[in-house]
């Protein structure tokens, strides 16, 4: 088998004989791999949405314009 040699444009030129095959993975890695993106992105936004909801619940009654003490008299 030959070394695959670079082109004048920077490609790489192919070998005779050499017969290029699309990659294909088996049916059990990609649910995986569609599982773990699904969990991480579950997990992203569950934690987004709960420490926004703890931050307002615990901030000045949701606003966080609200001036403490400042209108009172």
């Not at 969990?39 to 934690?47: A, E």
């Amino acid at each position: 088998m030959e070394i695959p040699k670079v082109g004048p444009l920077g490609l790489i030129d192919q070998p005779a004989g050499y017969i290029a095959r699309a990659r294909s993975y088996p049916p059990f890695l990609r649910v995986g791999a569609v599982g773990v993106l699904v969990s991480f992105l579950t997990v992203t936004v569950l934690t987004t949405a709960y420490s926004l909801g703890a931050y307002c619940l615990t901030t000045w009654g949701g606003s966080p314009f609200a001036m403490t003490g400042s209108a009172t008299p």
